[in-house]
């Protein structure tokens, strides 16, 4: 029998890449607190697990309750996670005397770029997303002026602009593809000067597809993620629309598993916010065990 895990699982790049940059922050033993700026992720263990090696959550607006932990009036570090911040909030970070790490996930940084060169540049900015979404907001207060959030093509009947005037379009990086092109074919056939930079990541794309893929050759499938968590019940439903023997486990003590003799192939998938020694425990288990 064989054991799969899915070609894309788990956290994202950007994801990953904050892990790292945190664990890199606790490995230096500093004295002085480490925060991050909200919740890392959307995984309560991980959270309370950061928090036992001394990773406070900060939540947005309470940083000047951190207390000040030197004479120069530094409150220690603060790590901004994947999602980024507005300019403004960096900066007042800074002044309020946090040393900052920069998790901003890099695709996420480009769009604050371009948005910031663009609007600079005399554009109007239109950013398709949620404007309520931690991203959203970041990307917002990097443009030189207040830009026009769109989540659905009946806003884009209100865009304030002329028609004659410069767009720059940008999306949310988790926005849907299908969705997006929608509203820009949309917003184009309306006779605005626009140019896109399509900023959408592939991340959640890609982990689905590959889900689809080895549930499709798999006798078993196992998806982990959190019972809350939209990106890890979308590929229970991948997975179990081609594989009828398909589990969707938290941990591995949700497991009971009984492979008859005939299962040749498991595959295993995990949501965005399932850490790597989860994935790995499950993979041993099934592994070992049968
Ligand atoms: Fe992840 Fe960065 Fe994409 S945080 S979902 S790799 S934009």
């Not at 767009?167 to 593809?177: L, P």
């Not at 896109?196 to 689905?208: F, H």
């Not at 499938?221 to 589990?247: D, F, P, W």
């Amino acid at each position: 029998m064989k054991v799969e895990l899915a070609k894309s699982a788990g956290f994202c790049f950007g994801v990953n890449r904050a892990m790292e940059l945190v664990e890199k922050q606790i490995a230096l033993g500093k004295s002085e607190p480490i925060y991050t700026y909200g919740p890392l992720i959307h995984n309560e263990e991980v959270v309370a697990s950061l928090e036992k090696k001394g990773v406070h959550v900060c939540e947005s607006n309470a940083e000047d309750k951190c207390p000040i932990v030197n004479e120069n009036g530094g409150r220690g570090t603060m790590i901004l996670r994947s999602h980024g911040v507005s300019a403004n909030t960096e900066k007042h970070l800074k002044n309020l005397g946090f040393d900052i790490v920069d998790a901003t996930c890099p695709f996420v940084k480009r769009i604050h770029k371009t948005v910031n060169e663009e609007s600079k540049a005399g554009k109007h900015i239109i950013i398709v997303g949620n404007a309520k979404h931690p991203e959203v907001e970041g990307i917002i207060g990097w443009c030189n002026e207040p830009p026009f959030v769109i989540e659905n093509i009946d806003e884009a009947d209100r865009i304030p602009y002329a028609k004659d005037e410069k767009v720059c379009i940008v999306s949310q990086t988790t926005f849907n593809s299908k969705k997006f092109k929608e509203i820009v074919d949309y917003i184009t056939k309306k006779g605005y000067d626009i140019n896109v930079v399509n900023t959408i990541c592939n991340a959640t794309e890609e982990r689905q597809q590959a889900a689809g893929e080895l549930a499709e050759a798999a006798d078993c499938m196992i998806v982990i993620g959190g019972t809350h968590s939209s990106n890890s019940r979308k590929l229970y439903e991948i997975c179990a629309q081609r594989c009828e023997n398909t589990h969707f486990i938290q941990t591995l003590d949700d497991l009971h598993l009984e492979l008859p003799k005939s299962v040749r192939l498991v595959g295993i998938t995990a949501g965005a916010s399932t850490p790597n020694n989860i994935i790995e425990e499950v993979q041993n288990y099934v592994r070992n065990e049968f």
